[in-house]
C-alpha cells in the first residue's frame, strides 16, 4: 500500500486562537489555581490550629503584597470557574451550542468573573473598615 499524502496536524503556530479554546484553557487552569488554594486555605486552617504565633505567621504571608496577589487570583479562579462550570453545564443539556452564543457566553463569564471579583474585594475592604 502506497502511503498518503494527507497534511501533518497543523499546531499551534498556525492555528488562530478562538476564545472557546482559550477559555477552555483557562478554565483549566483556574481548576489547577483552585486545587492550589486548597492547599493554602489547609496551611492557614493549620496555622490556626497550631497557636497564635503560627496563625500570625500565617496571616501575616497571606496579608503581603504577594499574598494579596494570590488571593485575588484565588477569588478570580474561584468566580471564573464556577462561572464557566455553569456554562458547560448549559451545554450539557444543549444550550448555546451555535457559535455567536459560546462566544457571546465566553464574554460574559469573563466579565461576570471580573465585576464579582471586584464586588467581593470592595466589600472585604469595605468591611474591614480600609475603604
Known amino acids: 500500500m502506497a502511503p498518503v499524502n494527507r497534511p501533518l496536524s497543523p499546531h499551534l503556530q498556525i492555528y488562530r486562537p478562538q476564545i472557546t479554546s482559550t477559555l477552555s484553557i483557562l478554565h483549566r487552569l483556574t481548576g489547577v489555581a483552585l486545587a492550589a488554594g486548597a492547599v493554602l486555605l489547609a496551611y492557614?486552617?493549620?496555622?490556626?490550629a497550631y497557636g497564635p504565633g503560627a496563625f500570625e505567621r500565617a496571616n501575616d504571608l497571606l496579608a503581603s503584597p504577594v499574598?494579596?496577589?494570590?488571593?485575588?487570583g484565588?477569588?478570580?479562579?474561584?468566580?471564573?470557574?464556577?462561572?464557566?462550570?455553569?456554562?458547560?453545564?448549559?451545554?450539557?443539556?444543549g444550550l448555546g451550542l451555535q457559535m455567536k452564543t459560546l462566544r457571546l457566553t465566553g464574554?460574559?463569564?469573563?466579565?461576570?468573573?471580573?465585576?464579582?471579583?471586584?464586588a467581593t474585594w470592595i466589600a472585604a475592604y469595605a468591611a474591614a473598615g480600609k475603604l
Open 44 to 48: 492557614w486552617l493549620a496555622a490556626a
Open 67 to 72: 499574598g494579596r496577589l494570590v488571593l485575588f
Open 74 to 93: 484565588m477569588t478570580f479562579s474561584f468566580f471564573y470557574h464556577f462561572a464557566n462550570g455553569v456554562r458547560h453545564l448549559a451545554w450539557d443539556i
Open 107 to 118: 464574554i460574559l463569564v469573563v466579565l461576570v468573573s471580573l465585576a464579582l471579583t471586584g
